[in-house]
């Protein structure tokens, strides 16, 4: 089975940048679909970003395409999100998934991740 542990929030002036890192756990890493999701303050948690297993196929929100992107290195067990030219509405907490289904395909719902992280707080000020 696979663990998480997502880290590289913080508090970053809008237009700044930030790197996410989720480590994991576990000999399944590199045949496992992966995702990163984000919860605001008083609303659902949601999709931004998935990977397959080799990084070959990727797909985004569109209201992080072209500022965000998701990227994995199956030899140290991590999984990425750079984000750049961040907004203030991209504050919340973060979280990486490891999918359920097939490490073939990417996923955009919750209800197909199997694995949660605990989540790190990304903070944007304006």
């Known amino acids: 089975q696979v663990q998480l542990v997502e880290s590289g929030g913080g508090l970053v002036q809008a237009g700044g940048s930030l790197k996410l890192s989720c480590a994991a756990s576990?000999?399944?890493?590199?045949?496992?679909?992966m995702g990163w999701f984000r919860q605001a303050p008083g609303k659902d948690r949601d999709f931004v970003a998935a990977?397959?297993?080799?990084?070959?196929?990727?797909d985004y929100a569109d209201s992080v395409k072209g500022r965000f992107t998701i990227s994995r290195d199956n030899a140290k067990n991590t999984v990425y999100l750079q984000m750049s030219s961040l907004k203030p509405e991209d504050t919340a907490v973060y979280y990486c998934a490891a999918a359920y289904y097939s490490g073939y395909y990417v996923y955009t719902k919750n209800r197909q991740y199997a694995r949660w992280g605990q989540g790190t707080q990304v903070t944007v000020s304006s």
């Open positions: 990977i397959n297993w080799s990084g070959g196929t990727t």
């Open positions: 576990g000999r399944t890493f590199s045949s496992v679909a």
